[in-house]
C-alpha cells in the first residue's frame, strides 16, 4: 500500500527514521519520495503498528503528487469513496501562508460533489487530505497520532523527576527506530522514560542505574503507568547480562562534567558493555551530548547520526548504531 506520512516538523528526518525502522522491523517499507514534512513510502504489512509511530502526525492512503496548479484535475480523478467526504488542506511551510485553506477545501469539495460524492464537513466517514509542501500531495486519512498522551506523560507529572530528561514523544521515536520487538535494554535508565515509552508499547525491557536513589525512583516510575519494575542497581560499564542478550539498547549518557564523577572511562566502557549485550544484527540508540563518532565507530556501524539543540549549552546527538 503506497502511504504519506505527514511527519512532526520539530525533527522531521528522525520521524523519518522512526518510520523507516518501525515499519521495517513489523514489514516491509520502501522510501519513494520526501518533501519537507512528507513522507511517501509503500508499505507491506499490519497497519496496526501506526499506533505506535510518535513523530509522526498522520498516515494517509496515496492518491497522487502533482503541483498546486494541478490539484483540480487530480481530483477529477481520485476515486468516489462510498459515504460522506470532506476535504482538509494542511499547509506545510511559509510559501502557502496567504493561500485560503477553506477556500481550496470548498474548491476541491466541489468538484467532488460534482462527480456524485456526497460532502459532510461536520460528520464525514473519509477525509481526504491535501499537504502542501513544495508540491501538493493527496490521500485519505487512515490514522492519526494521538499527541495528547505525550503532555499526560510529561516527566514532571510523574513521581520521581530529574531535569533535562528527554521528553516521552522523542523517547518512542528513538526506541522505535531500533524496530525493537523483543527485549530492550536501557543501562543509564534515570527516571526510565525509554523503559516506560516501551513497556507502555508492550516491548520487555530491564533499566539499570548506578545509583540506588534513582533506581528506587524508576521503580516507583514504572509502577506508576501500571509496568513491571524490571530495574536493577547496577555499572553500565560492568554489566551483569550474558553476551547478546538484548534485541535492542537505547540509552541516554550522562551529560558534560556530570560523567567525570562516574569514572573517565564511562563512555568507552559503557559502548563496550552495550555491544556485548546486543544481539547481532541488532540496534542500539544512543544519545550523548559530544560528538563521540569515533568512539561508536570502534563497535558499531553507524547507520545515523542527528542532532537536538535543547538549550543554549546542550545539543543532543542522536546515533543508531548497528551491532
Ligand atoms: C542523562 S541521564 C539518563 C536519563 C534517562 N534517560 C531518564 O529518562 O531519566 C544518565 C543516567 O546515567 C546514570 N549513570 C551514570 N553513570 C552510570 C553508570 N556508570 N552506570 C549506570 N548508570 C549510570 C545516571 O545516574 C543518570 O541517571
Redesign the pocket.
Known sequence: MRLIFFLSGEHPELAREEVLGLLGSYGRIEKLDEDEQILIADFEGERKVFERLALTHEVSQFFASCEFEELEDVFREVPILPGRICVRVRKIGKRWENLSSLELERSLGAVLWRRGAKISVSKPNYVIRVYLAEKAHVGVLIHKTNTKQFAERR?DKRPFF?P???VPRF?RALVNITGVKGMML?????????LIEAGLMGVEFAG????RK?VFG?AKNLKFFGLPTNVIW????NLPFKDESFDAVV?????LR??RS??ED?YEK?TEEIWRVLKEGCRAVL?INVDADDLFAQFFEIEGKFYQRVHKSLVRRFFICKK
Open positions: 516527566p530529574m533535562s530528561v528527554i523517547a536501557d543501562p543509564m535508565c534515570g527516571t526510565g522514560t525509554f539499570v542505574d548506578v545509583f534513582v524508576c547496577g555499572d553500565a560499564r540509552t541516554d549518557f550522562p551529560y556530570a560523567t562516574y569514572g564511562l559503557a544519545v
